[in-house]
C-alpha cells in the first residue's frame, strides 16, 4: 500500500481530485469528497468487493497512517 501511497503522490492525483470541485456536504460529520473517492481506491486495491467494504479502510489503523 505505501507504494500506492507513493504513486498517488507522484501522479498529483489527490490535487487533482481538489480542483474538480466535486460537490461537498453540509453535515458536521461530513468525509470530503476526495478522501472518499481515495477510500474507494484503496478498498478496491485491498480487494473489497463492495463499496459498503470500504468503511474498513476508514477503520483500519495502517491504512489510516499510510494515507493520512
Given at each position: 500500500m505505501k507504494e500506492m501511497?507513493?504513486?498517488?503522490?507522484?501522479?498529483?492525483?489527490?490535487?487533482?481530485?481538489a480542483e474538480?470541485?466535486?460537490?461537498?456536504s453540509k453535515?458536521?460529520?461530513?468525509?470530503?469528497?476526495v478522501g472518499i473517492i481515495e477510500s474507494f481506491w484503496v478498498g478496491?486495491?485491498?480487494?473489497?468487493f463492495r463499496f459498503s467494504h470500504t468503511a474498513v479502510v476508514q477503520?483500519?489503523?495502517v491504512l489510516r497512517q499510510v494515507f493520512g
Amino acid at each position: 500500500m505505501k507504494e500506492m501511497k507513493i504513486l498517488v503522490d507522484q501522479t498529483g492525483t489527490r490535487k487533482k481530485l481538489a480542483e474538480l470541485g466535486l460537490p461537498e456536504s453540509k453535515s458536521n460529520n461530513r468525509i470530503d469528497a476526495v478522501g472518499i473517492i481515495e477510500s474507494f481506491w484503496v478498498g478496491i486495491w485491498i480487494g473489497c468487493f463492495r463499496f459498503s467494504h470500504t468503511a474498513v479502510v476508514q477503520v483500519d489503523e495502517v491504512l489510516r497512517q499510510v494515507f493520512g
